[in-house]
């Protein structure tokens, strides 16, 4: 999925998805906008096309990768590993709350947490199965579509179950039981970490963002707040700061 956007500034002006990795969408972009800079980030890899097209019309482009200053201190040991939409999520909480603890849940193809204290520094994270601030730390989990999808393949009888309205504490039969299951777990493990930071960061902001987003945003008993375009946020305001010191 290739996702674009235009920003006046701080303010998304246009924003679209394509499914297909096509480039006739560019001229027309570069139409419409008049863009002078640019920045391109992928989980998958360089699109050495489109790389070549963006920096061939644009004066200032940038590929997102670890040698790239962003407007946080990073001190994560394997910085080569860190999911590039991480940085992006983090450094567009941190842009909308300034010198706030913050806590940003992605809840997407995988759920992540990132810790951002106030201070300074991105210290980290972990990973299990499914003006600065400081990026403390995060977790990885699979995330909804990732737990159906695993139970269906990896065991032999179990179904192919979707996401629904409304969802049971407890099931009744084995599509309940996997929907109440896999959908009250990740609302419990949400609520957990919440729940246990609050103990040392009792002034914690929570952003909610990902294609899951506001599904969860209800079912959740802590207060949080949904940033559908904390990515593309942050990703702009890492392009403007390296801008600003060309």
Do not use: C
């Amino acid at each position: 999925m290739l996702k674009v956007a235009v920003f006046d500034g701080n303010e998304r002006v246009m924003f679209f998805q394509k499914e297909s990795n096509e480039l006739s969408w560019i001229q027309d972009v570069f139409g419409q906008y008049r863009l002078e800079k640019g920045i391109m980030s992928s989980v998958k890899g360089q699109n050495k096309k489109l790389t070549q097209v963006l920096k061939s019309e644009l004066s200032f482009f940038l590929w997102l990768d670890e040698t790239i200053p962003v407007p946080l201190r990073i001190e994560y040991e394997t910085i080569k590993t860190l999911g590039k939409d991480r940085i992006a999520a983090v450094v567009g909480a941190n842009f909308l709350r300034p010198g706030q603890h913050l806590l940003v849940i992605d809840a997407g193809t995988a759920i992540t947490y990132e810790l951002v204290e106030a201070a300074g520094i991105y210290k980290g994270g972990n990973i299990s199965p499914g003006l600065t601030g400081i990026y403390k730390g995060g977790n990885i989990s699979p995330g909804l579509t990732t737990r159906f999808r695993s139970l269906n393949r990896f065991t032999k009888q179990l179904p192919l179950v979707q996401e629904q309205a409304d969802v049971p504490l407890i099931g009744t039969n084995t599509e309940s039981a996997i929907l109440a299951g896999v959908v009250n777990g990740i609302v419990f493990e949400m609520d957990g970490y919440m729940d246990a930071l609050k103990v040392k960061y009792n002034d914690i902001y929570v952003y909610l963002t990902g294609g899951h987003a506001f599904y969860f945003e209800n079912r959740l008993k802590n207060r949080i707040f949904v940033a559908p375009n904390l990515v593309l946020l942050g990703l702009n305001r890492i392009l403007e700061y390296n801008a600003a010191k060309n």
